[in-house]
C-alpha cells in the first residue's frame, strides 16, 4: 500500500552518489554516470516498492520487500532490480552517429544532459527479474533490440501470445513472473504501459520501423534519432501521469 506521496518529477540521478561528477570523461567521451541510478538511487528503490506492491491480476498481492545488492526486491522465492525503459544509445559502436547528431545539436551535451535528467524519473523505469542472464541484460545484448523498450514490448507481447522473438528463451525463463499477469492486457495495465499499445492491446505501438526483427533496430539518421528520442520522452510524459493519477487513488482508499 501507499504510505507516502510519490513525486513522479523526482530525478533519480541526484540521489546516486557522485553520478555527474565527470561525466563526459567516461567512455571515452560519450558520458556515463559514477553510479547507475537503477542500482544506487536510494528513493527508487523505495519507490519500486512502493508503486508496486499492490494487487497482481491473478490474485494475489506483489508485497515486495526490499533487501540489499542488485537484486534489491523480492517476493516469494523471485529478486527483482530496475531497469531504464529509456535509452539514448551511447554506444561505442554507434559513435558515428553519436557525433552527427553532437555535430548537428548547438548544444549536443545540454540536450542529452537535460534527457538523462528527465529519463532517470519513476516513468523512465520498471523492475525485471534479476539473475544471470535476466531480461535486463538480454534486452541490451540482443543484436535485435538493443535496448529499444518498444522492441521489448513486442516481445513480451508475443510472449502472452504464445508466439517466438528474440527473447522467448529469457521469458520462458522467468514465465513464473510473467504467468503473474495472466496475460499482454494484464503486464501492460499493471506497469501502466498503456501508452505503447493500441487501445485494443492487440499491437505495440512501434517508436521506429514495424517491429518485424529484420531491420537495424537503432535509428539509422540524425532525424530518426532525434525523432526516437522525442517519442521516448513523450511516452515518459504519458506514463508519469499514469503514476500519478494511480497512487492519487491509492492514497484517497487508504
Known amino acids: 500500500m501507499v504510505k507516502e506521496m510519490i513525486d513522479v518529477n523526482f530525478d533519480f540521478t541526484t ?23 537503477d542500482a544506487c538511487s536510494p528513493t527508487l528503490k523505495r519507490y519500486h516498492q512502493m508503486i508496486w506492491s499492490k494487487e497482481l491480476p491473478n490474485g494475489d498481492f506483489f508485497d515486495l520487500e526490499l533487501r540489499k545488492g542488485l537484486d534489491y526486491l523480492s517476493w516469494r522465492n523471485m529478486f527483482f532490480g530496475s531497469d531504464s525503459i529509456l535509452a539514448s544509445f551511447r554506444y561505442w559502436d554507434y559513435r558515428d552517429m ?57 516481445c513480451i507481447r508475443r510472449y502472452y501470445n504464445g508466439e517466438a522473438s528474440p527473447l522467448s528463451d529469457v521469458m520462458e525463463q522467468d514465465c513464473e513472473f510473467y504467468d503473474l499477469f495472466i496475460d499482454f492486457k ?10 505503447c499499445v493500441t ?56
Open 98 to 154: 553519436i557525433d552527427a547528431v553532437a555535430h548537428h545539436l548547438p548544444d549536443y551535451k545540454a540536450f542529452m544532459e537535460d534527457f538523462l535528467h528527465r529519463a532517470y524519473t519513476i516513468g523512465g523505469t520498471i523492475i525485471f527479474p534479476k539473475h544471470a542472464g535476466s531480461m535486463n541484460q538480454r534486452r541490451g545484448t540482443n543484436s535485435l533490440i538493443r535496448d529499444r523498450w518498444d522492441l521489448t514490448m513486442e
Open 15 to 37: 540521489d546516486s552518489p557522485r553520478y555527474w561528477d565527470g561525466f563526459w570523461e567516461r567512455k571515452g567521451g560519450l558520458g556515463a554516470g559514477a553510479c547507475d541510478p
Open 186 to 195: 494484464g503486464y501492460v495495465d499493471f506497469f501502466y504501459l498503456q501508452d
Open 199 to 254: 487501445e485494443d492491446y492487440k499491437q505495440v505501438r512501434f517508436w521506429l520501423g514495424d517491429g518485424s526483427f529484420t531491420n537495424k533496430p537503432l535509428p539509422q539518421t540524425v532525424e530518426e534519432y532525434l525523432n526516437y528520442i522525442a517519442t521516448e520522452l513523450d511516452f515518459l510524459e504519458k506514463r508519469n501521469i499514469r503514476v500519478k493519477v494511480a497512487l492519487n487513488f491509492a492514497l484517497l482508499d487508504c
